[in-house]
């Protein structure tokens, strides 16, 4: 006999073994999807009326019994369990009980397949959207510690070592713009995600006479998809997402390690406020930037996500597979761990750290980071840079062996390695001038700092793009 909780037809004769009902079943995590699927079964209700398909009255009831189910979820009285399987089936199952057969006409010209992809592009859509608020956010902390920072300076880096003074602003503007280009790249994803594909059937249409564009408007969807097999099959939004959540995962981690380095005693460049880390359970003396340390740990699990996305659809032939049910518990774990690193991330910057000024005013001026302007000093009077360049590498190198900086030569032994050094060379080599002096569009001098905050406040009110 067929038992009357399952969704499919009578061709069966027994119920699944309550294992594999239970490997089966997606209900556990899709009825995160609840909300949405009751939303796009509305707007299909509506499409069935205004097509004929069923009657205006029927319409309404439909409509009636979506919005009380609604309101059960919500207030906590609708849990449907293992038995429904999934949460399109839970909704259909409940509103025939509400409506009786007319709660069974729902599933007219639908499959589960243009309704689970539907229901997945109408979460994301909306996550997209709050991402985007949140990075607005995290680009506007970064940019008042900028405009606080304009004139402090901070050792620069390449291979983790010295290489040049830089404004403290011009370097967290760094973090800005992977921030903006990650707010437009999501813009550009959500634009592909809003396309419905409600109407493609399980996987060629239906012979229904439907109409896919007015369920697309019900349902503020951009576009409808052009070929059916397409509409049921298609995740590339959904890998494109979670490309752009691992990039923003990278982005936060880049940080992230930074100010653990920073906030290390070896650095000392900031100091944790208790509001925002944690100590250890044996060593009293300690404070652990837990909130970076997780966040640079999470990064690996979006990573996971995406490969786990990519290898699902690598293999599948059209149309729907399965297999697709597993893309659902990557996404929101990708979305859920995004949102919450880029909260803790934005509350660390903004109260959790503070920067130890006076400790990077001395560091900048306690190496040879300064080396590359010598060198330049004498290419602008007109000696050749590359013979420059090897004279001043030969000046540290004698410098450390005497353990002086090349502040603490005097103008003698400047001008006993070459007549061209004058007095001015100390200005020249100064933390503070050598940040300004590189003046280049997009360099740390301070006026282009000035002015590449003055076009970041610019893109911070772009709400479109």
Aim: glycine letters at 8%.
């Amino acid at each position: 006999m067929n038992q009357g909780n399952q969704t499919w037809s009578d061709r069966f004769e027994s119920a699944l073994h309550p294992a594999i009902a239970r490997f089966n079943a997606s209900i556990g995590f899709d009825i995160e999807l609840i909300e949405y699927d009751i939303t796009g079964s509305i707007a299909h209700a509506k499409m069935l009326a205004h097509t004929g398909i069923i009657s205006k009255e029927e319409g309404q009831q439909l409509i009636t019994g979506l919005e009380q189910i609604r309101l059960e979820h919500q207030e906590g009285r609708f849990n449907p369990g293992i038995d429904a399987e999934d949460v399109h089936f839970a909704v259909e199952r409940r509103l025939t009980q509400l409506m009786g057969d007319v709660g069974k006409k729902l599933h007219t010209a639908r499959s589960r397949n243009d309704q689970i992809n539907t229901d997945i592009r109408l979460y994301l859509r909306d996550q997209i959207q709050g991402i985007r608020i949140q990075l607005r956010e995290w680009q506007g902390v970064l940019l008042k510690h900028a405009e606080t920072h304009i004139e402090t300076l901070i050792p620069g880096y390449t291979h983790l070592q010295r290489a040049q003074p830089v404004s403290l602003a011009h370097h967290l503007l760094a973090y800005f713009h992977m921030a903006q280009r990650d707010w437009e790249r999501l813009g550009e994803i959500y634009h592909r995600t809003n396309v419905s594909p409600l109407g493609s059937g399980a996987l060629a249409g239906t012979t229904f006479p439907i109409d896919r564009h007015y369920t697309a408007a019900e349902l503020k969807f951009g576009g409808v998809y052009a070929n059916s097999l397409d509409g049921v099959s298609d995740r590339d939004f959904a890998i494109e997402f979670l490309c752009a959540a691992s990039l923003i995962m990278v982005h936060l981690s880049r940080l992230s390690e930074e100010m653990i380095l920073w906030g290390s005693q070896e650095f000392s460049f900031i100091q944790f406020q208790d509001s925002c880390s944690t100590g250890s359970s044996i060593m009293p003396q300690k404070k652990n930037p837990d909130i970076p340390e997780l966040v640079r740990g999470k990064t690996g699990r979006v990573f996971g996500h995406l490969q786990a996305l990519l290898t699902i659809m690598k293999g599948l032939p059209l149309a729907y597979n399965k297999d697709l049910q597993e893309d659902k518990e990557a996404i929101f774990d990708g979305v859920k761990t995004i949102q919450g690193c880029l909260e803790a991330m934005t509350i660390l910057l903004r109260e959790g750290i503070e920067f130890r000024t006076e400790r990077l005013e001395a560091a900048v001026n306690e190496d040879f980071s300064n080396a590359t302007d010598v060198a330049d000093y004498l290419a602008a009077k007109g000696v050749p840079f590359r013979e420059a360049y090897n004279l001043v590498g030969k000046v540290v190198k004698t410098s450390l062996a005497a353990g002086k900086l090349l502040k603490d030569l005097t103008l003698e032994e400047w001008q006993g390695l070459h007549p061209q050094f004058e007095a001015d060379i100390y200005e020249a080599i100064a933390p503070r001038q050598v940040v300004a002096a590189r003046n280049s569009y997009g360099g740390t001098g301070f006026e282009q700092v000035r002015s590449a905050i003055k076009s970041a406040k610019e893109q911070l009110l772009d709400t479109k793009s």
